[in-house]
């Protein structure tokens, strides 16, 4: 079972399609291994504020910056992801409840198996997923 542990920027990366995919799997945010180029030299994850890559940015002084308000924009309109309530739920429930919650929210119905914000649609069943926004 997958952990659901947001990266610094407040996406989880368990429900990104490349983290998901059986070819070329995209190893996180916060692992070592295979990752999309944008993945590796991510201005959020290596940003001078921060104390470590692992912090996430909602400790930081500055937030909500720019990087990480284009990203919720992005987010929240193209996939139904809000990494800022991802971030404040963390902060606010603590990790095991966090975990517990977005996996309620992103568990497909018909199978049980983690959606991806990227998919209108379930990858293993085809239902349609419902936290994707409409167009």
Known sequence: MNS????????VCELCIAYQR???KCAGCLADGNKPK????????FCSEKDSEQDLCINCSKFPC???KDLEKRYTSKYGESPITNMQN???QGFNDFQKN???IWTCSHCGNLLSAHREFCIVCGKRNP?????
Do not use: D, M, Q
């Open 4 to 11: 659901l542990t947001p990266a610094p920027c407040g996406v």
């Open 102 to 104: 977005i996996r309620k």
């Open 66 to 68: 720019r990087r990480i």
């Open 131 to 135: 936290n994707y926004p409409s167009k």
């Open 90 to 92: 963390v902060k606010e």
């Open 22 to 24: 059986s070819k070329n």
């Open 38 to 45: 944008h993945c590796t030299i991510c201005s959020i994850k």
